[in-house]
Antibody, heavy 121, light 107 residues
Framework: EVQLVQSGGEVKKPGQSLRISCKGS????????IGWVRQKPGSGLEWMAI????????TYNPSFQGLVTISVDKSLSTVYLQWRSLKASDTAIYYC??????????????WGQGTLVTVSS | DIQLTQSPSSVSASVGDRVTITCRAS??????LAWYQQRPGQAPKLLISATSTLQSGVPSRFSGGGSGTDFSLTISSLQPEDFATYYCQQVSSFPYTFGQGTKLDIK
């Protein structure tokens, strides 16, 4: 069974750094792109970034470029999303997603359970 | 960026009703469109990929259609568990974008 299991919720202060994680299992981890989607409270979905574990190739949404870093540890089957300096506006639920192969439409076919990040002084 | 505009933004309907949600893209995306369902407090769930391919386990009352810039999601006979928010998404080009969502609630 394919699973994406995310790290637990975080409460941070503005200016602090943070790394959240997403561990994949139940499939060949290196062969599907893994991305992150943000959902602010009461709002819609925003795609942030995506990485290919096989070769660490990555693409960012320009709206998030320079604000976050996506990375992968293939040996741990884990993808990370990192902030160097959090802002209150980063408060949101962050979902990791697996992108299906081109032959199945390239949609986000599996989602993690979400990680709530709260940034407050 | 490709903008996706869903309509309506919200709709009230009754169990057994037929409901159609539309999604218009700001430029052609072939059939590279997906639909997701999000129930309160849950992660979104993929319903339909490539405009009309129903995912395994998704009831056949859900169907998708369209191509180019105009797409639709139809629920043929609403069930209580269908009351949720629905999002379309384009995966034609980066940055991937979502529609603003359509909230479907009980009349």
């Amino acid at each position: 069974e394919v699973q994406l299991v995310q790290s637990g919720g975080e409460v941070k202060k503005p200016g602090q750094s943070l790394r959240i994680s997403c561990k994949g299992s139940g499939y060949t981890f290196a062969s599907n792109w893994i991305g992150w989607v943000r959902q602010k409270p009461g709002s819609g979905l925003e795609w942030m970034a995506i990485i290919y574990p096989g070769d660490s190739d990555r693409t960012y949404n320009p709206s998030f470029q320079g604000l976050v870093t996506i990375s992968v540890d293939k040996s741990l089957s884990t993808v990370y999303l990192q902030w160097r300096s959090l802002k209150a506006s980063d408060t949101a639920i962050y979902y990791c997603v697996r992108q299906g192969h081109h032959t199945s439409g390239s949609s986000f076919d599996y989602w993690g359970q979400g990680t709530l990040v709260t940034v407050s002084s | 960026d490709i903008q996706l505009t869903q309509s309506p933004s919200s709709v009230s309907a009754s169990v057994g009703d037929r409901v159609t949600i539309t999604c218009r893209a700001s430029q052609g995306i072939r059939i590279s469109l997906a639909w997701y369902q999000q129930r309160p407090g849950q992660a979104p769930k993929l319903l339909i990929s490539a405009t009309s391919t129903l995912q395994s386990g998704v009831p056949s009352r859900f169907s998708g259609g369209g191509s180019g810039t105009d797409f639709s999601l139809t629920i043929s006979s609403l069930q209580p568990e269908d009351f949720a928010t629905y999002y379309c998404q384009q995966v034609s080009s980066f940055p991937y974008t979502f529609g603003q969502g359509t909230k479907l609630d009980i009349k």
